[in-house]
């Protein structure tokens, strides 16, 4: 008897015609003084986040930021389903995983 699987929401890959899961996350810490939160410039797998990175900090160069507002460089940021935006790890430059080596997504 095997358990039964939970289904999980698998967010894919922005880059168009992908269809990989997404390992990232593009985003920017965004803020109008008493509100944070990241505004996302779409999700990224491991072959696209580097062309997904550009393209969001190329949008966000062409935003025009209303008085009071601020925002941040556009990161990567490690995509987790069960945490809030605001709590996401900020990804460096590591290298990216291999896709075959992302092991399955274990219950909570
Ligand atoms: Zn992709």
């Known amino acids: 008897m095997e358990p039964p699987r939970r289904f999980r929401y698998r967010p894919v890959c922005s880059?168009?015609?992908c269809r990989e899961p997404a390992v990232?996350?593009?985003?920017?810490p965004w803020s109008d003084g008493p509100r944070r939160e990241l505004k996302n410039y779409g999700l990224a797998c491991a072959i696209h986040r580097d062309a997904q990175l550009a393209r969001g900090?190329?949008?966000r160069d062409g935003l025009k930021l209303e008085v009071?507002?601020?925002?941040?460089d556009v990161?990567?940021?490690?995509?987790d389903p069960d945490r809030r935006d605001t709590e996401l790890d900020c990804v460096g430059d590591e290298a990216p995983?291999?896709?075959a080596d992302v092991p399955?997504?274990?219950p909570a």
Request: charged residues 20%; positive net charge; hydrophobic residues 35%.
């Open 97 to 99: 995983p291999e896709p």
């Open 68 to 72: 009071g507002e601020s925002m941040g």
């Open 57 to 59: 900090r190329s949008h």
């Open 24 to 28: 990232y996350k593009i985003a920017a």
């Open 15 to 17: 880059a168009p015609g």
């Open 104 to 106: 399955p997504t274990a």
């Open 75 to 79: 990161r990567l940021f490690r995509l």
